[in-house]
């Protein structure tokens, strides 16, 4: 972004900043969705050990936020969380606390935070909407990373009834898109998907996905929720989470998805699911009557487009891409 003339009165950190969500923001901040009043801060694992009060203490003072965007956590897929739940609460809870304390010591206006969906509890009705994140427990297979997030809810509202402080968070269904996780082991299932069928294509061999194919997901294009943080940070005043999702129509199996990606890019072997790997949760349809009522006229990137266009980024880029 250019500078503009003058002090900026909203001084924005986002950390996190290097992955998915954060490199989605810096793109539409520069592609004209940042305002001339903004400075826009992009910080990573590079800057700051946010495990670390001390490191997160001097970030904050270094930079002196008005307002915070919180994408920082240790994520990973299905099978890397089985694999290591206490490492995913103990990381996060870290870094969550870590930072929202930070935010509140050092005067920060507002925090918007980044949860997930899969924080609601395993047995639910459908579809699940902001009122239900702590009427169970989670899903045993990511329960650490799961109450990790779901604590952040708890800290904001606290923050809000000790401090009076601006705190809140949005809950995104399954992101993908440009500068995601692409590994196969333990990246998400589209990124992992998509770079299956890019080293299927090259040794012409049949695309194995893992488990049945039958669960169900919604899946929301990086740079529509990049659009919608910009959108909460300015404009959402409520301290309770807000679902950030497409409709519920809108929801597509692992079958689907892997289909999508196959014709994206152009794909012609053969599709075959490994039924003996786990398929974790069968579906988390989430309700985005909330962000309806909030943003009526906000429209979402199809998403044929958007996994096309996310399959040519990991194509162009895939030497450098994260994998």
């Not at 305002?35 to 801060?41: S, V």
């Not at 194995?208 to 039958?214: N, R």
Request: glycine share 8%; net charge neutral; charged share 25%.
């Amino acid at each position: 972004m250019t500078e503009a003339a003058g002090p900026r009165s909203t001084r924005i950190l986002v950390t996190g900043g290097s992955g998915l969500v954060g490199r989605a923001i810096a793109q539409v901040v520069a592609d004209g969705e940042g305002r001339a009043d903004e400075e826009w801060i992009f910080v990573s694992s590079k800057d700051a050990d946010l495990t670390s009060a001390a490191e997160t203490r001097a970030l904050f003072e270094k930079h002196r936020p008005t307002h915070v965007i919180h994408l920082a956590a240790m994520v990973g897929g299905l099978f890397k969380n089985i694999r290591c739940n206490l490492d995913f609460w103990r990381r996060n809870i870290h870094i969550n606390d870590n930072v929202l304390h930070t935010a509140y010591e050092c005067g920060v206006r507002k925090v918007v935070s980044c949860l997930s969906t899969c924080i609601f509890p395993d047995k639910t009705t459908y579809p699940i909407d902001e009122s239900m994140i702590h009427n169970g427990p989670p899903h045993s297979s990511n329960f650490g990373y799961s109450y990790a997030k779901r604590m952040i809810d708890v800290q904001n509202r606290a923050y809000f009834e000790q401090h009076g402080c601006r705190f809140t968070a949005v809950i995104p269904t399954n992101v993908f898109g440009p500068h995601d996780n692409f590994n196969i082991e333990d990246g998400h299932v589209l990124p992992g998907l998509i770079h299956k069928v890019y080293l299927a294509k090259q040794t012409g061999s049949p695309l194995t996905v893992w488990g049945t194919g039958k669960p169900r997901r919604q899946f929301i294009y990086s740079l529509d929720l990049a659009r919608l943080f910009l959108r909460v940070l300015r404009e959402y005043d409520e301290i309770e989470p807000i679902i950030l999702s497409v409709g519920e129509d809108d929801e597509v199996s692992i079958k689907e998805a892997a289909e999508t990606i196959a014709e994206a890019m152009d794909f012609k072997g053969e599709l075959v699911f490994d039924a003996t790997k786990a398929d974790g949760q069968f579906k988390k349809t989430a309700s985005n009557g909330k962000l309806r009522r909030c943003l009526p006229g906000f429209q979402f990137t199809p998403f044929k487009q958007a996994v096309k266009e996310t399959c040519a980024w990991f194509t162009a880029n895939y030497a450098s891409a994260r994998k």
